[in-house]
């Protein structure tokens, strides 16, 4: 690792040559050589490279204010999103829906996000419309988020058609054409958190003879 360049995310800090774990949970890395510790808790705290689920609750000349479920608000510059300019500033009603990605997120101070990826494109960022939002723990969030993606995604995905967005914050964002699809999987993500592969299998496959 003495010739690598690595990132630290979310529970770990470096003094000098030494990397600390700031929280008890599990050390999780990921390409390119990025390291961060995994818990399960309701807080969310804010690190810059986190795509999450945030709320309008106030909108400002130069920025949307913006709940992330942190210690703090966090604010959207209304010229973070792709092509931004002064003549083209989005409107968002208080109580919008966003998945967004966090710039910056310093420690006394609010956090950044932005509406673009680090290219400077929207990607999949933006507001979230229609559909149905619930509350998560963090450690549910990077379950949904894992890689390969984890059997209860895996085997709706087979057999429904839905779109999902996950925010590393503990938010996650269900749709689809059929209310019924949106509330059966939004239900069954909510229980699948303390069941291993098998049982988050056998629970979709349960579900699913109900619906046919």
Known sequence: ????TIKLGSGLRQDADTISAMKAGVLRFSNPHKYWVESS????VPCAGDAVL???VDCKADNFLV????PSLAFLPVLAFEGGTRRN?????VGTLLYVRVVKANSGMNPELSCMD???????????KDGYMFESSTG??????SSPTCPVLEAFGKNLSFEIAV????????????????ILVANAIMKSESLSAVQQKILVERLLKRVQ
């Not at 690792?1 to 690598?4: D, G, L, P």
């Not at 808790?41 to 969310?44: D, L, S």
């Not at 549910?140 to 988020?145: D, G, I, K």
């Open 1 to 4: 690792m003495a010739n690598q």
């Open 41 to 44: 808790q309701k807080r969310y």
């Open 54 to 56: 945030g709320i309008v």
């Open 67 to 70: 709940d992330i479920k942190g």
């Open 89 to 93: 500033i989005p409107k968002f009603e």
């Open 118 to 128: 680090s290219t400077g494109k929207a990607a999949e960022f933006g507001p979230l």
């Open 140 to 145: 549910l969030s990077r379950m949904l988020l």
């Open 167 to 182: 925010g590393l914050n503990g938010r996650v964002w269900v749709n689809a054409e059929s209310p019924a699809t949106i």
